[in-house]
């Protein structure tokens, strides 16, 4: 297939060139002219404006957007919604509210056009490992682009398949959720998740960190090496995961964790999270939890807030954020 795809960020970039890589063609646009020019050398077709890329396509046009959520979204998809014709799709990949997605595929649809809520998951790693991918919206759309979907999700790869599980599209890495908004929907529930289990994880290291405290009974006072303790987890432990996987990397690398400040960013999903659980009358006692933490870390920063952010470096390449005084 031929897809269109605009924003070449940590996550847009790599997903064309997997896609690329499994034998479909890209048109790619961004506003980093650098960035499109990297593409083109690796066999996309560039373009230089939304305008350009929607002509570069054949309809039915099929166009992803991957860029931060909010403005910037928003934005490009009303532009690109301009410029589109009747049986079209535009695939929003980033982290929008599922409230907007529902909004505007409604705009959307009163001019024919269709839009796909594909929440992705799989950071800067994905170009290889593959993306998870929560899809809403029409299915009609989701069933035409399946090709698309296929290729950028990991497929069953080494992973053993859950017994009693019926084959479908979920063991492979994708998965049609619902309609508009239900893409993205599980996928900030997903983020939420994300954010308790990482919280677990830091809060552990920390005790394990202070365990040598000066306050603590001589006989009760344990030196013990953080970045061996992450690495044994890894091998057999209940505790493993692909998070613990990172940890263990960036403790290998800086055992003190001296790069990080341990300011702890939030991109919104953990809040509208704690929103669905209050409006429906769900408890989430840890995830509340682990967001209201984030907040405190940008005042004064402990072992867990620079664990925190070591992981959220090494799975999608966020940067802390210059502290401010």
């Known amino acids: 297939m031929k897809i269109g795809m605009i924003g070449l960020g940590r996550m847009g970039a790599n997903m064309s060139r997997r896609l690329m890589r499994g034998g479909h063609g890209c048109v790619v646009f961004d506003r980093n002219e650098k960035a499109v020019a990297e593409l083109a050398r690796d066999g996309a077709e560039p373009a230089h404006s939304p305008e350009e890329l929607v002509g570069k396509l054949e309809p039915p046009r099929a166009v992803w957007v991957m860029l ?115 893409g993205h929907f599980v996928k900030m529930i997903h983020n939420g998740i994300e954010y308790g289990l990482m919280q677990s994880y830091a809060e552990g290291f920390d005790i394990l960190y202070n365990a040598a405290s000066k306050e603590l009974p001589d006989n009760l006072r344990y030196d013990l090496n953080i970045r061996d303790i992450a690495e044994v987890w890894r091998r057999g ?52 939890a682990s967001l209201y933490t984030r907040f405190r870390s940008r005042r004064d920063h402990t072992f867990a807030e620079k664990t925190l952010s070591a992981m959220r470096n090494k799975f999608g390449g966020h940067v802390e954020r210059a502290s401010g005084g």
């Open 237 to 288: 432990s209940v505790v493993s995961s692909w998070l613990l996987d990172l940890a263990a990397m960036a403790l290998a690398e800086s055992p003190e964790l001296t790069n990080f400040t341990g300011s702890v960013e939030d991109s919104g999903e953990g809040r509208w999270t704690i929103v669905a659980a209050l409006e429906e009358a769900v408890p989430a006692a840890v995830l509340s």
């Open 68 to 182: 931060p959520a909010g403005e910037p979204t928003e934005q490009t998809i009303e532009q690109l919604g301009g410029g589109m014709k009747p049986g079209d799709t535009i695939i929003d990949g980033g982290n929008s509210y599922y409230k907007d997605d529902v909004r505007r595929s409604g705009a959307l649809a009163a001019r024919g056009i269709r839009l796909l809520d594909a929440g992705t998951s799989g950071g800067v790693w994905g170009a290889e490992r593959g993306y998870c991918l929560m899809i809403g919206g029409d299915k009609g759309a989701a069933s035409e682009l399946e090709p698309i979907f296929r290729t950028l999700a990991p497929g069953l790869g080494q992973i053993p398949r859950t017994p009693g599980m019926p084959e479908g599209t979920a063991e492979q890495g994708y998965l049609y959720c619902g309609p508009s908004g239900a």
